[in-house]
């Protein structure tokens, strides 16, 4: 064999060498966790405005056992138009504090079952916040979920740092006796582990946190965000209704959810906090941090550069009344009144004394 010929021999087996080992490296470097690959629960609703699912559970149980936090076996059915469904297993038991106690329908946990959603090629994060109907009577109690689930939908407009919500039509199928069926508006919640893995953070079991480990930045989105809404129903320090991620930095991230006490919602059963000042619901009180101008001028900033896209989503809310619409633009209209003054911020916001 010439020489030339052995070169063009080696060259191709050292090609071919090169070309198997950049294969090797091309699947080794896939994604391990192949849950990145599966569609999430949330896929399974489709593009419908309002997907329908039906829940069966004993919900007398549910009901007789308001107070602890025993799970009851169910299923829950999602609709893929009108011959296509998926049904997976699911527990269930009553969440939150005051609207558990005081509302016809409790708030829900919902907790799947992991094999069951690897069954179905889904994501295994399996534990979801179900928001529902608190009033029997139907336009109070759709009115309050459209305009709860509108909250999220502004929150996800500020930040990315918030949780993905979907309103969704159940029909509760009862194993109990005391009704058979009935359906009614909710918000499903999205698992938390889900948003830790999407922006990157970790969960965290104990929501007791030194303050000065909030992410600032955040800590001053939400704390202006929850001003904005008029809700004083939640805590840092308390962990209420505050989800805490930890991020690569090592600093806490938080995230809000149940904005149902909100002077922007307008819950009927709501109430003033009238430890914190307010008279009605409608009244503003800022519990963030941060307690100068100078230091959320950055944040007043951003939120009138998002002013147009939050007052747009409002027009577009579907379902919502004109009078509902007109309403919750003005309540934002006097937000962005006050941030545009200084001195207002001050006294109004910060309670600065003059």
């Known amino acids: ?31 391990a966790d192949d849950s990145v690959l599966r569609r999430n629960l949330f896929d399974l609703f ?57 509302c016809d329908f409790p708030p829900l946990k919902l907790k799947f079952d992991k094999q069951n959603l690897e069954t179905h090629s889904l994501e295994t994060f399996n534990d979801f916040k179900l928001v529902t109907h608190c009033m029997s009577g139907e336009v109070l109690g759709e009115g309050v979920i459209r305009r709860e689930y509108l909250v999220y939908k502004l929150l996800n407009i500020m930040t990315p740092n918030s949780f993905k ?39 965290l079991e104990s929501k007791v946190i030194n303050i000065d480990s909030l992410h600032s930045y955040q800590e001053k989105i939400t704390s202006v965000f929850q001003y904005m809404i008029g809700n004083a129903d939640w805590s840092y320090l308390m962990g209420r ?9 090592g600093l806490f991230i938080p995230v ?32 963030g941090h941060v307690k100068s101008y100078e230091g959320l001028a950055d944040i007043f900033t951003h939120f009138k ?12 809310a579907n379902g919502l009344s004109y009078e ?4 919750m633009k003005a309540y934002l209209t006097s937000f962005f009144d006050i941030i545009a003054s200084k001195e207002r911020v001050e006294i109004e916001m910060l309670r600065l004394s003059k």
């Open 46 to 102: 489709g593009t419908a405005k309002i997907p329908n699912l039906t829940l069966t559970a004993d919900f007398d149980s549910i009901k007789a056992n308001i107070r602890n936090r025993n799970y009851v076996n169910g299923t829950i059915e999602f609709e893929h138009g009108r011959k296509s469904k998926t049904t997976l297993q699911v527990k269930l038991r009553p969440r939150g504090k005051s609207r558990r106690m005081m």
């Open 256 to 287: 809000p959810y149940d904005f149902d006490y909100a002077g922007l919602v307008r819950a009927p059963y709501a109430r003033a906090n009238i430890a914190l000042g307010q008279k009605t619901v409608l009244d503003r009180v800022y519990l």
């Open 165 to 203: 919500a979907r309103l969704i039509s159940i029909a509760y199928k009862n194993t109990g006796s005391s009704f058979n069926k009935s359906k009614h508006l909710a918000i499903i919640i999205e698992d938390a582990e889900c948003l830790a893995h999407r922006i990157k953070c970790q969960t």
């Open 305 to 316: 550069s998002k002013e147009g896209e939050l007052m747009q989503a409002i027009e577009d």
């Open 1 to 31: 064999m010439s020489k030339s010929t052995n070169f063009t021999v080696t060259l191709r087996s050292v090609c071919l060498f090169i070309f198997l080992g950049l294969s090797v490296t091309f699947v080794y470097c896939q994604p």
């Open 324 to 327: 509902e619409i007109t309403q």
């Open 241 to 249: 209704n505050i989800e805490l991620l930890k991020d690569e930095a």
